[in-house]
């Protein structure tokens, strides 16, 4: 199974900015679906960002023109850019990745949205 690390979260205050980083380690296969998702406390986990292994990307119509998910395979690494942060994007986010037999999930990493 692969294993996947986040991090980069932290307090920022409204209208800055964050790169989250999830490292992967083990073999993924092909194709597969990386994401982004996030969990609010008391709100079920939402999906925020995905990347196709064909580079197609898309994103939650809340996060649209802020958000900019990217990966770099030679690091094995996928990213989260957060811009113009508000305080409804307060969450833990999670990264994943799904493979035709399994999905993996890392552990999460807060991010606080506060003045």
């Known amino acids: 199974q692969v294993q996947l690390v986040e991090s980069g979260g932290g307090l920022v205050q409204p209208g800055g900015s964050l790169r989250l980083s999830c490292a992967a380690s083990?073999?993924?296969?092909?194709?597969?679906?990386m994401a982004w998702y996030r969990q609010a406390p008391g709100k079920e986990r939402e999906l925020v960002a995905t990347?196709?292994?064909?580079?197609?990307?898309g994103y939650a119509d809340s996060v649209k023109g802020r958000f900019t998910i990217s990966e770099d395979n030679a690091k094995n690494a996928l990213y989260l850019q957060m811009n113009s942060l508000k305080p409804e994007d307060t969450a833990v986010y999670y990264c994943s990745v799904a493979e035709v037999r399994e999905t993996s999930w890392g552990q999460g990493t807060q991010v606080t949205v506060s003045s």
């Open positions: 083990g073999s993924i296969s092909r194709p597969n679906v």
């Open positions: 990347m196709t292994s064909g580079g197609s990307t």
